[in-house]
């Protein structure tokens, strides 16, 4: 349901091998090809990870040849625009189609309808039941075209967005001069695809956002049958072997009435019973859980539901009983049980549910995070179906994320090992060596300071601060929430300037603290966190005791491209979540591709990072996915211990509430709550004295720049487990049994 591309125009210059002699000659004419990009509108069809993790997706796939396309929705408005006023994050809407958008092609003689509303009317045709879906209203789904453009390969698959359109007027209202009627159906139907919705962590039950899931699952599935159909023939015999030539994945639950619609059209549309219907369905869909956070599992009121989707309904209600008849037989008499593993239960339908009971795979994007899946979220399931669970760990694609937004570093590591790690990211461990040659390490710093003059000149046009480009570039960047702490580290630099005040000469290496991320519109809590980032930057960067030793920026709009501006000029990358919350990060990976130490829990990917790089090459500290488990199980912690037992603590806590801030005694209050009032649900002030500790050690290995260089070197070569490449081989060998195919054979660059 989310594509997070960003800017198309480098990347696909990047992956045709035209960019460098489309700098050249643009260069010629005088036009620099990075201001040139800048007029392309940055593609935000997505919140955060998940929708970036799809894109990245994109890339891979085709970049290895292999046969997948995208299939999403075309928001007329994408995430919203973040503007910073007064220290308080403001939305604008974002209007990335106002002027066009090349990349897309309008297929309007592909377009089909999908059906809402309306009742179902069962007729007996012969000896079989038919379901006829009277009184519905009709939306047409029209499809839009993105080129996606392999690297150095010749394959181009597709990103097919769905655009809801109406015919310019109703005419059967028209006709009776119903004019205003006419206007009004047209503007409800394209409301569908009008925007994005800006949660990402916590469930609205909102209507049209379940019209949006049935429209454009439903248009994806009609458009592949139609085209199955095209290839394969029409007759019973090839549509039963659909599973051998389609597979089907949903990103999370958003998509998951894929399988109800799948079984529809198969039954109703294609006459197939319901043994074979399921059976195809099963064997075409596989699903990737992406939270285990329980505010995030989708679910929705029956009601609802049956009201916009009545046949779907009746066909998951069907799902449900045959599931619950299973369950029964192998555990007779264990209702509760049975009750928490229903897809229908307490008047809604839970969508995680139907996804691991309608599909063959169920995986977990970080080895802790398949477990946590495995062994607490979905043990009930995994119980059941043992054989569906895997993991497959998450990456990014290094051509967007290191060859393409840092081309310094990037032509620097082919200068040393060659340029068959663009397609074989394996390849990247020849660095190791280099980690220590002094040389190399001279000229990847001057890469990197040249990096940060470059966010410097951004910084400073968009917030007005001077970033010190020789200070540690301290990095916190992503969607702003309780469980990724970003209190945590705003306590900690509270405490830092708490010290240098006690202690003038306090002796620390100059640091910048860069903070950039949006928050849901209507999460509190996260709305007082750029406040307080925004409020501390205000007291520290204005404070002639500290001269300019710390600094603290908040950077707004974080977007995709934001992040190639970011990501290349840090050193220390933040990934501090509530250790077992985080199912992997991606953001994590991009760091250390590009050279940055990350200061660390052992939470999702980050787990594997350790694993890659070392000890010596990473910063971890906090309380384990297994502590913290076990704290919410059995209690244990108590809020107040800490609050009392570490003056420190108590300082920044009271300071959030004392007046020392210089704003209104409430301000904070939300923070303030989340700490004391929730028993600090996120253990962010039991993870606080180890993670001063950490960050004190960050501190001292930054000062020898010989160890601290060989560190980011070390993470650059050992980043290749996290490329997308070799995450999607692992989809394509375990789950989709997809092979490449092989447009254009021979590499030509
Ligand atoms: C959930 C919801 C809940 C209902 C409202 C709208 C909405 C929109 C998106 C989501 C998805 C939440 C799950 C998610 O984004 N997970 C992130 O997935 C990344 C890619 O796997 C992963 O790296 C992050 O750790 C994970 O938080």
Redo the contacts with the bound molecule.
């Keep these: 349901m ?1 594509f997070l591309l960003g800017r198309l125009l480098s990347n696909n210059l990047l992956n045709l091998g035209l960019k460098d002699i489309c700098e050249e000659g643009l260069k010629d004419f005088g036009i620099d090809l990075g201001e040139l990009e800048t007029v392309e509108p940055d593609a935000g069809l997505g ?4 929708g970036r ?1 799809a894109a990245c997706f994109l890339d891979s796939l085709a970049s290895l040849q292999m046969p997948g396309h995208g299939c999403g929705i075309r928001y007329r408005h994408g995430l919203f625009e973040q503007k910073i006023v007064n220290g308080y994050q403001v939305e604008l809407p974002d209007n990335w189609l106002q002027d066009g958008y090349v990349w897309e092609v309008r297929k309007p003689e592909r377009a089909v309808i999908v059906k809402f509303g309306g009742n179902i009317r069962m007729e007996i045709k012969g000896k079989n039941p038919v379901f006829i879906h009277e009184n519905y209203e009709p939306v047409r789904a029209v499809p839009y075209d993105l080129p996606v453009v392999g690297y150095n390969c010749g394959t181009v698959n597709t990103l097919r967005l769905w655009s809801a359109e109406a015919d310019d007027f109703d005419f059967s209202s028209f006709s009776k001069g119903d004019y205003l009627k006419a206007v009004e159906h047209k503007y409800n139907v394209e409301n569908t695809t009008q925007v994005l ?1 800006p ?6 039950g909102k209507i049209l956002r379940l019209k949006q899931q049935y429209f454009f699952v439903s248009a994806g599935l009609l458009s592949i049958v139609r085209r199955y159909k095209k290839t394969f023939g029409t007759t019973m015999e090839a549509l039963k072997k659909f599973h051998e030539r389609i597979a089907i994945h949903i990103n ?1 639950t ?1 998509p998951a009435l894929a399988i109800p619609e799948l079984m529809r059209i198969l039954m109703d549309e294609e006459g197939f019973g319901w043994e074979e219907a399921w059976d195809v369905t099963v064997k075409t869909i596989s699903y990737t859980n ?2 285990i956070l329980p505010e ?1 599992l ?1 679910k929705w009121p029956m009601d609802l539901f049956k009201g916009l989707l009545p046949r779907i309904y009746m066909i998951v209600e069907e799902i449900n009983e045959r599931f619950c008849k299973k369950l029964w037989e192998q555990y007779p008499g264990q209702w509760e049980r049975i009750r928490h593993m229903a897809i229908l239960s307490d008047n809604y339908v839970h969508m995680a549910h139907l996804s691991v009971v309608g599909s063959h795979s169920v995986n977990g ?1 970080a080895k802790i995070h398949s477990e946590i899946l495995k062994k607490e979220v979905m043990s009930n399931f995994n119980q059941f179906y043992p054989h569906k669970f895997n993991n497959k760990t ?1 990456g990014v694609t290094h051509r967007r994320w290191l060859a393409n937004c840092n081309p310094s570093l990037s032509a620097l590591i082919t200068e040393a090992i060659g340029p068959s790690w663009l397609t074989h990211p394996e390849d990247l461990t020849a660095l190791e060596p280099y980690a220590n040659d002094s040389s190399f390490q001279e000229k990847a710093a001057k890469i990197k300071r040249r990096n940060k003059e470059a966010l410097a000149n951004h910084i400073s046009d968009y917030t007005g601060v001077n970033l010190d480009v020789d200070s540690l570039l301290d990095v916190h960047v992503k969607r702003i929430h309780a469980y990724k702490r970003q209190v945590l580290n705003a306590l900690q630099i509270m405490d830092m300037y708490n010290r240098i005040r006690d202690n003038p000469n306090l002796d620390i290496v100059p640091r910048t603290f860069l903070f950039a991320g949006k928050a849901a519109p209507g999460y509190h809590l996260a709305k007082q966190t750029i406040k307080l980032v925004n409020t501390l930057a205000d007291i520290i960067n204005n404070d002639p005791i500290v001269k300019d030793r710390i600094k603290v920026v908040f950077v707004p709009n974080y977007s995709v491209s934001l992040a190639e501006l970011i990501i290349p000029a840090t050193n220390v990358s933040e990934q501090i979540s509530t250790a077992s919350k ?5 953001g994590n990976m991009k760091f250390m591709m590009n050279g940055a130490v990350t200061i660390c829990t052992m939470d ?1 990917a980050n787990v594997e990072m350790y694993e890659e790089v070392g000890e010596e090459n990473i910063i971890t500290f906090g309380l384990s996915a297994e502590q913290v488990i076990r704290y919410y199980t059995f209690g244990g912690y108590n809020v107040m211990d800490e609050y009392h037992g570490d003056q420190r603590i108590k300082t920044v806590v009271d300071q959030l509430v004392n007046g020392f801030l210089g704003t209104g005694y409430n301000e904070f209050s939300d923070i303030h709550h989340l700490l004391m009032g929730t028993n600090d649900e996120y253990f962010i002030l039991k993870d606080f004295s180890s993670y001063v500790d950490a960050q004190n050690r960050i501190n001292d290995f930054y000062k020898d720049q010989t160890i601290w260089r060989s560190m980011a070197v070390n993470n650059i070569a050992f980043s290749s487990r996290f490329s997308t490449d070799r995450t999607i081989s692992e989809y394509a060998i375990d789950i989709w049994k997809i092979k490449p195919l092989v447009v254009r054979s021979g590499r030509r660059f």
Excluded: K, Q
């Design positions: 989310e919140n955060g990870g998940l993790l919705y949660e990402d962590s916590h469930l609205e999370d958003h992406h939270t995030a989708e994007v998450n985080e199912a992997s990060g991606t999702g």
